[in-house]
């Protein structure tokens, strides 16, 4: 008997166990190669996110900075309007603040303004302490003295001397001191004042650090994270010769105060409120001398004093002084002593007002 082939039992098994682990492995490895397509896609992304953040981050950075420039711009604007205002008077505004603060600086600059008001006397006013005034008339024409400051207002009369005369007051010079030496009939011969102003800070946050821009008496000064002070707009002090010889030097003085916190938020509302506006000095002078400390940092005032003296700097290198007609150092070089007008005697008439803005939420 010839024997047949006998199949395996389990071959059928076998065949589908292999059918089963191809389609595992087939399945396995769309797997991987999805993760594998993922982990290429984030990467891809992650390396693009680190080369572009630098630039995403300086983006935003002048975004913020341009806003802050905008932003110091229309204060400026309205403190302008509202310093001409009546006494009382002013409106309120709604400012769009973009990561940014605006707080108050306060007393960071102090101005001392004196002049003779008259031609035929020379007097020289000299704070001995808080409470002393020292008076030296040349000619030995003054009569009587008026020490005015916040809420106060002292007067009294002396005897003419070739000496120093001391007066005693009862005024105090912490915001303002306007002090008016007068002759025989009344007639004004000197006045000096002295005034610490207030300003406006605005603040940004930048990616270095903070952005800050300070805005006080007219004048601006900028500051970049890790950067030094640097002083973009200067105070309004201009000196004209006009067309029939005479001379001008005209200042306006800006003093903001702040009532209560500015703090920020999106959308903030500022009141600005005239104080009143005041005239200092108005009509011919004599022997002008100003003085002006920043408190803000050192840097400041040395700036102010650079801008003022250029062309006296260069009238003095090239020896022509004998002409020159602005400003000059009323001693040392520097400006040191403070300032006064070389007018090589042409008629000067001295101008100056102050603004006063109240800023409030």
Wanted: proline share 4%; net charge negative; no cysteine.
């Amino acid at each position: 008997m010839i024997p047949h082939h006998v199949q395996t039992v389990n071959r059928p098994s076998a065949q589908t166990a292999s059918r089963s682990m191809r389609n595992e492995q087939r399945a396995v490895s769309e797997v991987l190669g999805v993760v594998m397509l993922l982990a290429m896609v984030i990467t891809i992304m992650g390396g693009v996110w680190i080369f572009l953040n630098p630039y995403l981050s300086d983006f935003e950075d002048n975004t913020n900075w341009n806003s802050a420039t905008g932003l110091a711009d229309r204060i400026e604007d309205r403190i302008e309007v509202a310093g001409n205002a009546p006494e009382g008077t002013g409106f309120r505004n709604t400012l769009a603040i973009q990561s940014t603060s605006i707080r108050p600086v306060q007393n960071v600059e102090h101005w001392t303004i004196a002049a003779d008001l008259s031609a035929s006397e020379r007097i020289t006013l000299r704070h001995v302490n808080d409470t002393t005034i020292g008076v030296l008339a040349a000619n030995e024409t003054a009569r009587s003295i008026t020490v005015e400051s916040p809420g106060n207002t002292f007067s009294r009369t002396f005897t003419s001397s070739h000496e120093e005369v001391f007066v005693s007051h009862n005024g105090s010079a912490n915001h303002w001191m306007i002090v008016t030496v007068y002759g025989a009939d009344e007639q004004p011969l000197h006045r000096q004042v002295t005034w610490t102003l207030s300003g406006l800070e605005i603040h940004t946050s930048l990616g270095q650090g903070e952005h800050q821009i300070v805005l006080m008496n007219n004048a601006r000064a900028e500051r970049f994270p890790n950067g030094v002070w640097d002083v973009s707009a200067m105070p309004l002090v201009e000196f004209d010769r006009m067309a029939n010889d005479e001379v001008r030097l005209s200042m306006l003085l800006t003093d903001v105060i702040t009532n209560g916190s500015i703090g920020q938020g999106a959308n903030i509302g500022l009141q600005f409120v005239s104080q009143g506006p005041m005239t200092l000095f108005s009509g011919r002078a004599y022997n002008v001398q100003f003085t002006v400390t920043n408190a803000l940092h050192d840097v400041v005032t040395p700036q102010y004093h650079d801008n003022w003296l250029s062309e006296y700097t260069v009238q003095r290198a090239a020896g022509t002084l004998d002409t020159y007609i602005g400003f000059a150092p009323y001693a040392r070089a520097s400006g040191a002593d403070g300032f006064s007008v070389s007018a090589q005697s042409l008629p000067l008439y001295f101008e100056v007002d102050l603004q006063r803005i109240e800023v409030s939420r």
